[in-house]
């Protein structure tokens, strides 16, 4: 998985893309398995079609060579596409330093839950008009995702030189060695690292959770005050009694809620 502001290529295959709003998600797409022989199958039989179309455009005055060389066109442009999908995927090697590459299947799990909390915070927008500026929001988010990519990298560096590490540690060396005591504080050093770099993710990811949350709650509550605010005018209007204090939540105090979460996302 590769997080980036910019473009990524792909040297071979397909990627699948997700944007969430600067940042672009490019995950590489599983190649589709058809043979040489079954592509050239498919292109067989897309061939009489097109040669009905050929015979068509010239029938109707269009020159022929044009309606051949358009034809042509979308075989090859057919043939391209599926010999493409048929390989493995590999990424070009981002040279842009703001782009995060994940590997590991737990950073890439983190961060794949982030992008659903953060497509759920994305969507209580339109009902927190007037509460919260969508603008400094979506750079508070994207802001967030960014530290989020950067910290998991960084994390999952972690991981692999723990595991060489402990292998050098569980080597056959003396106790006394000095090699061995600097690889022991090194051990240290790393899962001390390694400890400050979850936490700075889980306090991310807590922060997007924790916005989403709020803006959803307040939007249910808003519906709920309104369905008690509609219940109330039409009990009024059959029994003839009239109309008590509204009995809706008041959403007053919610809304320093709602705001606290995204000061929080982003602090």
Same mark, same amino acid.
């Given at each position: 998985?590769? /997080? ?32 040489? *022989? ?25 020159? !022929?060579?044009? %309606? $051949?060389? #358009? &034809?042509?066109? /979308?075989? #090859? +442009? ?7 999908? %048929?390989?493995?995927?590999? +990424?070009?090697?981002? =040279? ?8 590991? *299947? ?14 759920? $915070?994305?969507?209580? !927008? ?17 802001? #967030? ?6 910290? +998991? ?10 595991? *060489? ?13 000095? #090699? ?6 090194? &051990?240290?050093?790393? @899962? ?13 990811? =807590? ?27 039409? +009990?009024?209007? $059959?029994?003839?009694?009239?109309? $008590? ?8 105090? =919610? ?8 000061? @929080?996302? %982003?602090?």
């Amino acid at each position: 998985m590769v /997080v980036s502001a910019y473009p990524i290529k792909a040297r071979s295959g397909r990627l699948r893309r997700t944007r969430t709003g600067t940042l672009t998600e490019f995950v590489p797409r599983p190649p589709s398995g058809r043979s040489r *022989e079954e592509r050239m199958t498919y292109l067989a039989r897309l061939a009489l079609p097109l040669v009905l179309v050929t015979a068509v455009l010239s029938a109707f005055g269009m020159n !022929w060579w044009l %309606a $051949v060389a #358009a &034809c042509t066109s /979308v075989a #090859a +442009l057919v043939w391209r596409r599926q010999a493409r999908a %048929a390989q493995p995927a590999a +990424l070009a090697v981002p =040279r842009d330093p703001g782009s995060r590459v994940l590997w590991t *299947e737990p950073e890439r799990a983190a961060f794949e839950g982030a992008l659903v909390a953060s497509r759920r $915070v994305r969507r209580t !927008w339109p009902a927190l008009a007037g509460m919260i500026d969508p603008v400094l929001a979506d750079r508070s988010l994207n802001r #967030a995702l960014d530290e989020l990519a950067e910290t +998991l990298a960084r994390r999952q560096e972690l991981r692999r030189l723990r595991a *060489e590490l402990a292998a050098v540690r569980e080597a056959d060396i003396p106790v006394d060695s000095p #090699a061995r005591s600097a690889v022991a504080e090194q &051990c240290e050093r790393a @899962d001390e690292s390694w400890r400050e770099a979850g936490a700075a993710a889980n306090r991310i990811l =807590r922060s997007i959770d924790t916005a989403a949350r709020a803006g959803e709650s307040f939007i249910r509550e808003r519906q709920v005050a309104a369905t008690a605010r509609y219940a109330e005018r039409t +009990l009024a209007r $059959v029994t003839g009694a009239p109309a $008590v204090t509204e009995s809706g939540p008041e959403l007053a105090d =919610r809304t320093e809620a709602v705001i606290a979460a995204y000061r @929080d996302l %982003a602090a």
